[in-house]
């Protein structure tokens, strides 16, 4: 008997959880959908406004940045980590609650409110947490197979190297010199940090990323930073990155899911940055928020998931790769 309740309990709880699941899901759509609605008829953002008032980096004043400690938690998420290493979530990586990621991803980055509620709840439910009462360390995003996956573009596999804190320089300058959109008129002559005449040249010395800086800075020195990345810049250094992994890692493994993250961590610099080599450059090497920058998303709504995912899968199915090689059929 004990048995049998046990077992009705598991099939009803876990037809319920699907149930509850999938009309969150519709509910987050529909949602997202009206959100895309209301972006297409209202006025976009004044430049100078995207971040909302009385919030860190409003104006494009960013809180004071500062390296991680040698005992602080970070991730593979660039964007997380630059949160943190200006104090905009806790400088130490720990202790965060996934209510304040989707707040502070919002106001920093100007996604829409669906899509900060659903990956953080998303993350929350890989760890086995609530997302209404529970915290991380940046470093529990990184499960392997989870959000974190092989073959990421500015990570090694953990195959490799099990702590994804920190990026790979060798990566990174490979990505920076795949630009190839034109220049971009208004922008000036850069000098990237790490480099002679660079005001963040003695910052960059003291910190952990200097290593990363100095190697960039050196492998990108012919680089025009005023080019910009292209959706066909991405598919081609994903296609490439998935190659080189699956060569060199013998446990190398990357389902659909895990693809489409890849593209979606990508798309990102095409949004969110609008494609400027420039501020991709600090955001990379340093994991920080360029002085003066603010989201090139000035939508009222934010960057929503139907209009994100536009571009997603623009950069996905551009992937030569992907049908370059033999179908698995058994």
């Not at 990570?155 to 920076?176: C, K, N, S």
């Not at 480099?195 to 800075?217: L, N, R």
């Not at 090139?296 to 790769?321: D, H, K, P």
Request: net charge neutral.
């Amino acid at each position: 008997m004990a048995f049998i309740v046990t077992a009705l309990r598991r099939i009803g709880r876990g037809t319920f959880s699907r149930l509850y699941e999938a009309i969150f899901f519709s509910s987050i759509l529909f949602w997202d959908f009206s959100l895309a609605i209301v972006n297409t008829f209202t006025f976009k953002r004044k430049i100078g406004t995207v971040v909302p008032k009385g919030s860190p980096g409003e104006g494009g004043v960013w809180p004071e940045y500062i390296p991680p400690r040698e005992d602080d938690s970070r991730c593979s998420c660039p964007a997380l980590n630059a949160m943190a290493n200006h104090g905009i979530i806790s400088r130490d990586g720990r202790n965060i609650s996934f209510r304040e990621v989707t707040d502070t991803v919002r106001s920093t980055y100007n996604f829409s409110p669906t899509f900060c509620l659903f990956v953080p709840r998303y993350i929350a439910h890989i760890l086995g947490r609530s997302y209404k009462t529970g915290h991380l360390d940046l470093a529990d995003i990184d499960v392997h197979n989870g959000i974190e996956h092989d073959a990421s573009l500015f990570r090694r596999d953990t195959f490799h190297d099990f702590h994804q804190g920190m990026p790979d320089p060798e990566l990174v300058a490979a990505f920076i010199k795949a630009a190839s959109g034109p220049p971009l008129k208004d922008d000036a002559k850069y000098t990237p940090p790490g480099s002679p005449g660079s005001p963040s040249a003695a910052s960059a010395k003291t910190s952990p990323y200097a290593p990363i800086v100095a190697h960039v800075a050196q492998a990108t020195a012919e680089v025009d930073l005023s080019r910009t990345l292209t959706p066909r810049d991405l598919s081609r250094c994903l296609g490439e990155r998935r190659r080189e992994a699956k060569a060199a890692n013998p446990q190398f493994s990357q389902d659909t899911g895990h693809k489409m993250f890849g593209s979606s961590n990508a798309s990102t610099l095409l949004t969110i940055f609008g494609g400027r080599t420039r501020d991709i450059y600090t955001f990379l090497t340093e994991e920080r928020l360029p002085e003066g920058w603010e989201s090139r998303v000035r939508e009222r709504m934010g960057l929503t998931m139907l209009a994100f995912n536009s571009t997603v899968f623009r950069v996905e199915l551009g992937i030569e790769e992907e049908v370059q090689q033999p179908l698995n059929l058994m």
